[in-house]
């Protein structure tokens, strides 16, 4: 246990049932965990799918990064639930837990007797928190819900990139993400409406939502007033905002520009060109020819110029990074983003923290995660079972357990 670990208990108290894999349940269920709710994650005897893929085949002495990256501060127990006596040990456990998140597709828990309105007899009070692609009826429930198929689907990788280029999709598991975060943000409402009523409810969070919440200012634009602008070519930032907006070549890199009025660019350029777009609808009016400018013109400087001009100038810029840069950003480093941890297994790890501040301090690690199997015979007899029932699952194989046990 890490001491400054203590400071961060919000939800302790609150006891989660895990159900889930991938990245948007686990990620959702980590939240919780980092802020002191007990989470239990149930597996297979094989293991959650996160233990054997990793994206970049990112492996550290046989361990997933993918793994470690979404399941700390919980416990793990094994169980096999094709078994009735595991079924039992899953419904003790739902009997005296405040939550149930599951990102599996709709109705495969209900089939084993763990869908919302079977957990809902066991436990009235149980928060049931459910995470699909699509939702949990409808059309597509049975469509696998993966985030580039979400991307694609709801309009967010016809938003950016070159117009004369393919459809670009954003290069990192966002709308799984944003999913997590929904998911979490429901539980935490679902429990405080229950502190009143005395009652849980089902709480659900899909990647369709969460990709078109992503996207809440350009779809609102269209629902109102029509198809957005064009791709331009080369590429601008968005579909909706005046030039310029986007990245932009230089004489030996990119810069960022945002939301700056034409005669600043045109003084900061040298471009009188700009200077005539004097009229304040020009850069919607005529966004193109803008923004075709100042490619033009910043395609003759450097970036240091750029950026130094720009400084002066008063316009809006940021550098274009890539991560070696990011890792060494000030700011970066200011903010605690990277959490240095020291794995039993992988050796020297390097993980994202929490991305919230509580008193301006970040939950710290009270549990690697978890080995699997890791808490069984912990789990097993919180729930009621006697050394001797726990022993006897074990042997029979409706229960599995790591070797020893490790923690913080």
Same mark, same amino acid.
């Not at 350029?269 to 020819?289: G, I, S, T």
């Given at each position: ?47 959650? &799918?996160? =233990? ?6 990112? &492996? ?65 009070? @149980? ?48 709308? !799984? ?29 899909? @990647? ?10 350009? &779809? ?44 600043? @660019? ?21 966004? !193109? ?24 100038? !008063? ?6 990074? !890539? ?33 919230? =501040? ?8 009270? @549990?690697?995660? #978890? ?15 006697? #050394? ?21």
């Amino acid at each position: 246990m890490n001491e400054e670990g203590k400071d961060n208990h919000m939800l302790q108290g609150i006891k989660v049932i895990s159900f889930t894999h991938f990245l948007q349940g686990p990620s959702a269920v980590q939240m919780l965990a980092d802020i002191g709710a007990d989470v239990i994650k149930i597996e297979p005897p094989k293991g959650a &799918f996160e =233990r054997g893929w990793a994206g970049f085949d990112a &492996f550290q002495e046989g361990v997933s990064i993918f793994y470690l990256l979404g399941n700390r501060n919980q416990r793990a127990i094994q169980l096999d639930l094709r078994n009735d006596q595991a079924r039992e040990v899953v419904r003790r456990l739902i009997a005296e837990a405040d939550v149930l998140v599951e990102n599996y597709r709709p109705g495969v828990l209900a089939k084993m007797g763990f869908g919302y309105e079977d957990a809902k007899k066991i436990n009235p009070r @149980l928060v049931y928190c459910s995470c699909t692609g699509y939702g949990s009826t409808g059309p597509y429930q049975k469509r696998p819900g993966q985030d580039l198929l979400l991307q694609a689907m709801s309009g967010m990788a016809m938003l950016s990139g070159d117009g004369a280029s393919a459809p670009t999709p954003v290069g990192s598991a966002i709308v !799984d993400q944003h999913a997590a975060v929904l998911a979490a943000f429901g539980v935490l409402a679902a429990l405080h409406q229950r502190q009143h009523t005395g009652k849980g409810c089902m709480v659900e969070s899909n @990647l369709l939502n969460a990709a078109l919440d992503l996207q809440i200012e350009p &779809f609102t634009y269209f629902l109102n007033k029509g198809p957005l602008w064009k791709r331009s070519s080369p590429a601008m930032g968005s579909r909706f905002h005046p030039a310029p907006y986007g990245v932009y070549r230089t004489a030996d890199g990119w810069i960022a520009v945002s939301l700056t009025t034409t005669a600043k @660019l045109a003084a900061a350029l040298d471009c009188p060109e700009l200077a005539a777009f004097e009229h304040p609808k020009d850069p919607v009016r005529r966004r !193109d020819e803008v923004h075709q400018l100042v490619a033009k013109s910043l395609r003759a400087v450097t970036t240091e110029a750029a950026q130094r001009v720009f400084d002066e100038q !008063d316009i809006w810029w940021a550098p274009v990074n !890539d991560y070696e840069q990011v890792e060494a950003d000030p700011q970066v480093v200011h903010n605690g983003v990277v959490m240095n941890v020291d794995h039993p297994e992988a050796g020297p790890v390097r993980l994202m923290a929490h991305p919230v =501040r509580y008193d301006g301090k970040a939950p710290q690690l009270r @549990l690697m995660p #978890p080995a699997l199997g890791e808490h069984t015979r912990e789990v097993l007899a919180e729930a009621g079972y006697s #050394p001797q029932e726990i022993e006897r699952l074990l042997a029979d194989g409706v229960a599995l357990a790591a070797q020893g046990g490790r923690s913080a």
